[in-house]
Structure formats: structure tokens, C-alpha cells
């Protein structure tokens, strides 16, 4: 597993012209991933063989990943940070009824205490003629840390991390494999191949999240969770808040899918809950230190991926022409 390192938060310099994605970046930083110079045909493809019939969210749900998340239910030196472990509970940006993000951290605990705290993982679909591209956005509130005297300096308001899962379409457009998964764990981006991950029968990886920081790794490549955990499954019908009750771990929770494009995206220009690439936040060790999906890897990682990976990899036989529409640009 190679591990490469660059700031979330580099310039992005995206040209657009019409039909036509042109992406020339430059960074001062000497980890900079993706430096590259390229034009990307994003135009609907027609006559493609292969048409994908399925839709986003059923291809979202196919692939639905398990979450192992650990818990950790105790402030150590720090005060009002777990709150009996909810600070670690995966839900949606806009669990307290508004799209305000500056008072997430807040209302975490009324949130809990009155059953918002419903788990929700934001998918983004893509698809090429060759492959299916996954991006699994998952959010908390509070990024938070039990660490004497970093209590404030080493804790934020909104935290997302997220997964990026890939796989093959068979000849006929079907579900294929999973070749592919890269997570977001803080500023890195940790990658794996498919024989570096475990994937339950359905088709499901499992991924480990920590306690406290929330950054995503394969399960197979953590040291495994201790008692205190919850095991996120996919379930559309029976997505429900965890029990609060911090004796009452591991527990089995499920969550639901909701689509990045009409839920968060489309705040992205809304000053109470995006600034830049990152969400409007004020808690712990500054202001807005949590990025909108759109921010890693100066975007590419959820705009692009077929580059993002072509970039990295120089696969062959893997196409960067996108046949499913590409809201997030
Ligand atoms: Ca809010
Ligand atoms: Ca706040
Ligand atoms: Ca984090
Ligand atoms: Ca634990």
C-alpha cells in the first residue's frame, strides 16, 4: 500500500469550455499529487454499447460499503468532547433541520438527545465505459480529540472523510468487481488494491474509522476495533439514531445512502454552510477546517476519478470517457 500525502486544500485551476474539461494544476508544495496537463472528453457519450441501466442510487446501494467505527466514550483531560460517545455517531450535515454548519458542533448533543443524529452516508456516482466510481462521503459533527492541552488545538467543527470505491462493468454494463479503493484518512489518501481489502459476500468492503479524527482506512489494514464500536450496514428501510447508552456497545446500526449532488452540493455557494472548498465552521482549532467532498485532491478525487486514478496508476484499458452525466463540475 503506498501512502501519498498532500494538502487538502491546494488551488484548484479549472478551465472550462464548452463539452470540454481542461484541468492544468500547478502547486509550491513538493507532495503534490496531481500535476497534470490534460483534456478529458466529458461529453455524453452516445452509441456506447454498454448502456448503464441502473440507477445512481441503486449503484450506490450495490456497492454500500460496512463501517466498523470505533467509539471512544470518555473525554480523557478533555471536557465536553465525546459526550458519551455521539461524537462519533456518522450523520448528515444538516442533522439539526438547517444547512448552517456553525452550529453542528452545538447542537450535537440536543440533536442526539431528540433522535437527529440519523446516520446517512452521501454517495457520488460515476461511470465510464469501462468502470463504476463510488464516492462515499461520510460526516460528523465534531472532529474532536481526549489529548491533554490539544483539547481545543486539535479539535474542529464538521469533519468528513470518505472512500472512493471502483469496480469493473462487465461487457454487458453489469456490476463487475471491485479493482480499486482509496480512503481519505485526514490529509492523506490511503489506497489499496482489491486484495488488500475484505469484502463481505454481498460485494461490501469493510472500512475502520477511527474514534475522535473519523479518517477512513480498509478494516483489513487497522489494528481492529476494541468493545467499544458500532458497525454502520446499509439498510434503506432501517436507518435508525444508535442508542446512547455508552454501555451499550458494539451495536449494529444501519444507515441510508443520500446523493452528494442534491443534498450538500447544492449548498455549495450557500455562505452558512461552504466557504471555498471546506464547511463553514467555528469550534476547537479555528474556522472551516472540514472539506466538502469536492475538496480533496483539488477536487479531482470526487470530479474526476477516472483521471484521478489513470493519473496515479497509468492503467490501460480504462477509460476516462464518462457515459453518466457529471453534476458535480
Ligand atoms: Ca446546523
Ligand atoms: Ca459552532
Ligand atoms: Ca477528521
Ligand atoms: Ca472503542
Same mark, same amino acid.
Given at each position: 500500500?503506498?501512502?501519498?500525502?498532500?494538502?487538502?486544500?491546494?488551488?484548484?485551476?479549472?478551465?472550462?469550455?464548452?463539452? &470540454?474539461?481542461?484541468?492544468?494544476?500547478?502547486?509550491?508544495? $513538493?507532495?503534490?499529487? /496531481?500535476?497534470?496537463?490534460?483534456?478529458?472528453?466529458?461529453?455524453?457519450?452516445?452509441?456506447?454499447?454498454?448502456?448503464?441501466?441502473?440507477?445512481?442510487?441503486?449503484?450506490?446501494?450495490?456497492?454500500?460499503?460496512?463501517?466498523?467505527?470505533?467509539? $471512544?466514550? !470518555?473525554?480523557?483531560?478533555?471536557?465536553?468532547?465525546?459526550?458519551?460517545?455521539?461524537?462519533?455517531?456518522?450523520?448528515? /450535515?444538516?442533522?439539526?433541520?438547517?444547512?448552517?454548519?456553525?452550529?453542528?458542533?452545538?447542537?450535537?448533543?440536543?440533536?442526539?438527545?431528540?433522535?437527529?443524529?440519523?446516520?446517512?452516508?452521501?454517495?457520488? *456516482?460515476?461511470?465510464?465505459?469501462?468502470?463504476?466510481?463510488?464516492?462515499?462521503?461520510?460526516?460528523?459533527?465534531?472532529?474532536?480529540?481526549?489529548?491533554?492541552?490539544?483539547?481545543?488545538?486539535?479539535?474542529?467543527?464538521?469533519?468528513?472523510?470518505?472512500?472512493?470505491?471502483?469496480?469493473?462493468?462487465?461487457?454487458?454494463?453489469?456490476?463487475?468487481?471491485?479493482?480499486?479503493?482509496?480512503? &481519505?484518512?485526514?490529509?492523506?489518501?490511503?489506497?489499496?488494491?482489491?486484495?488488500?481489502?475484505? &469484502?463481505?459476500?454481498?460485494?461490501?468492503?469493510?472500512?475502520?474509522?477511527?474514534?475522535?479524527?473519523?479518517? &477512513?482506512?480498509?478494516?483489513?489494514?487497522?489494528?481492529?476495533?476494541?468493545?467499544?464500536?458500532?458497525?454502520?450496514?446499509?439498510?434503506?428501510?432501517?436507518? *435508525?439514531?444508535?442508542?446512547?447508552?455508552?454501555?451499550?456497545?458494539?451495536?449494529?446500526?444501519?444507515?441510508?445512502?443520500?446523493?452528494?449532488?442534491? !443534498?450538500?452540493?447544492?449548498?455549495?455557494?450557500?455562505?452558512?454552510?461552504? !466557504?471555498?472548498?471546506?464547511?463553514?465552521?467555528?469550534?476547537? $482549532?479555528?474556522?472551516?477546517?472540514?472539506?466538502?467532498?469536492?475538496?480533496?485532491?483539488?477536487?479531482?478525487?470526487?470530479?474526476?476519478?477516472?483521471?484521478?486514478?489513470?493519473?496515479?496508476?497509468?492503467?490501460?484499458?480504462?477509460?476516462?470517457?464518462?457515459?453518466?452525466?457529471?453534476?458535480?463540475?
Amino acid at each position: 500500500m503506498k501512502i501519498q500525502v498532500k494538502s487538502i486544500f491546494n488551488k484548484a485551476c479549472l478551465l472550462l469550455s464548452i463539452g &470540454i474539461l481542461s484541468i492544468s494544476c500547478t502547486s509550491n508544495t $513538493d507532495d503534490m499529487l /496531481v500535476e497534470t496537463s490534460s483534456s478529458i472528453d466529458i461529453k455524453t457519450a452516445t452509441n456506447i454499447e454498454s448502456k448503464v441501466s441502473y440507477s445512481d442510487a441503486t449503484i450506490a446501494a450495490r456497492y454500500a460499503p460496512v463501517f466498523y467505527q470505533d467509539v $471512544d466514550t !470518555t473525554d480523557g483531560w478533555c471536557s465536553n468532547q465525546s459526550k458519551s460517545g455521539s461524537a462519533d455517531w456518522i450523520t448528515a /450535515v444538516d442533522y439539526d433541520g438547517d444547512w448552517n454548519t456553525k452550529n453542528n458542533w452545538d447542537n450535537m448533543v440536543s440533536g442526539r438527545d431528540s433522535g437527529k443524529l440519523v446516520p446517512y452516508v452521501y454517495y457520488y *456516482v460515476t461511470y465510464t465505459e469501462t468502470h463504476f466510481f463510488i464516492l462515499y462521503s461520510v460526516y460528523h459533527p465534531r472532529d474532536w480529540t481526549d489529548v491533554p492541552f490539544l483539547c481545543s488545538l486539535d479539535s474542529h467543527e464538521n469533519d468528513m472523510e470518505a472512500a472512493l470505491v471502483t469496480a469493473k462493468r462487465n461487457t454487458n454494463g453489469s456490476y463487475g468487481a471491485i479493482i480499486d479503493i482509496q480512503t &481519505i484518512f485526514h490529509t492523506e489518501v490511503l489506497d489499496y488494491a482489491r486484495n488488500e481489502v475484505t &469484502i463481505e459476500s454481498a460485494g461490501r468492503v469493510q472500512f475502520f474509522i477511527e474514534a475522535k479524527g473519523h479518517g &477512513i482506512r480498509a478494516f483489513s489494514d487497522s489494528k481492529g476495533t476494541d468493545s467499544s464500536y458500532i458497525k454502520y450496514y446499509y439498510n434503506a428501510a432501517q436507518a *435508525v439514531t444508535p442508542d446512547k447508552d455508552s454501555n451499550n456497545l458494539p451495536q449494529d446500526v444501519n444507515y441510508n445512502l443520500l446523493p452528494l449532488e442534491s !443534498t450538500l452540493w447544492l449548498q455549495r455557494n450557500n455562505p452558512l454552510t461552504v !466557504t471555498g472548498k471546506a464547511l463553514v465552521g467555528d469550534n476547537g $482549532d479555528g474556522s472551516n477546517k472540514a472539506s466538502t467532498p469536492w475538496g480533496w485532491e483539488n477536487g479531482v478525487l470526487c470530479k474526476n476519478p477516472a483521471q484521478y486514478l489513470k493519473d496515479k496508476y497509468n492503467w490501460t484499458s480504462f477509460s476516462t470517457d464518462y457515459i453518466s452525466d457529471t453534476p458535480i463540475q
